[in-house]
């Protein structure tokens, strides 16, 4: 069965700061990967995905994220965080032809201070 | 349009009541979510509908009803809920294999 691992369940970081949330996942097969931002009091919204190619992927908010296959990771990055950066960030799996059944890590509290 | 419509915001209920919760898409994705969310945790999967059909229950109880009257809507009938049904309600909907968009959440107190 594929799980995703967060493995820090709250990053606190200065502002203007880099920053990196980690995720690891398990399974047998190929995955397509995502990362989501949900600000408090809101729905999820997508940071950026990964289903193929470049293993270096840029989305929005100036976040990127980079696919490792040997070592089952899609850490996500940020050179210099905002405060308005502070959120909830989910990283979450789903197999090619599962449904999008997304699977989610337990998430990841980003805490950005002056 | 890529947006994903939720109504109620908020929603306040007895135990004996009966409610609905609404999600409206007009992406023309041919699949709809629903989840739940207590705070601080990932979204818990409930409900997938697959063109129109019921195609995944992950198990909820029958006090929670979904229905699906056509391809952009999707309804979460709620009757005789519990306290520890209190939570965020998330719609999502999606095209395959691209990622799900989701709602903005109805946040739902049950007293």
């Known amino acids: 069965a594929q799980s995703v691992t967060q493995l820090d369940s709250q990053v606190p970081v200065f502002e203007e700061a880099p920053v990196e949330l980690r995720c690891n996942y398990s399974s047998s097969v190929s995955v397509y990967l995502f990362w989501y931002v949900q600000y408090p009091n809101q729905g999820l919204q997508l940071l950026l995905k990964?289903?193929?190619?470049?293993?270096l992927v840029k989305g929005i908010n100036g976040f990127e994220a980079e696919f490792n296959k040997s070592q089952t990771s899609f850490h996500l990055r940020k050179p210099s965080v905002h405060i308005s950066d502070t959120a909830e960030y989910f990283c979450?799996?789903?197999?090619?032809?599962?449904?999008?059944?997304?699977?989610f890590g337990g998430g990841t509290r980003l805490m950005v201070k002056p | 349009d890529t947006e994903v419509t939720q109504t109620p915001k908020h929603l306040v209920m007895g135990m004996t009541n009966k409610k609905s919760l609404k999600c409206e898409q007009h992406?023309?994705?041919?699949?709809m979510y629903w989840y739940k969310q207590k705070a601080k945790k990932p979204p818990e999967l409930m409900f997938v509908?697959?063109?129109?059909?019921?195609?995944i229950n992950e198990s909820v109880p029958s006090r929670f009803s979904p229905e699906c009257p056509n391809s952009s809507l999707l309804n979460l009938h709620l009757h005789a809920l519990q306290p520890e049904d209190s939570a965020l309600y998330l719609c999502a909907s999606a095209r395959s294999p691209d990622e799900q968009y989701f709602g903005p959440g109805t946040r739902l107190t049950v007293t």
């Open positions: 509908y697959s063109y129109e059909k019921l195609s």
């Open positions: 992406m023309g994705h041919r699949a």
């Open positions: 990964y289903l193929s190619g470049s293993t």
């Open positions: 979450a799996v789903t197999f090619p032809n599962a449904g999008n059944m997304l699977t």
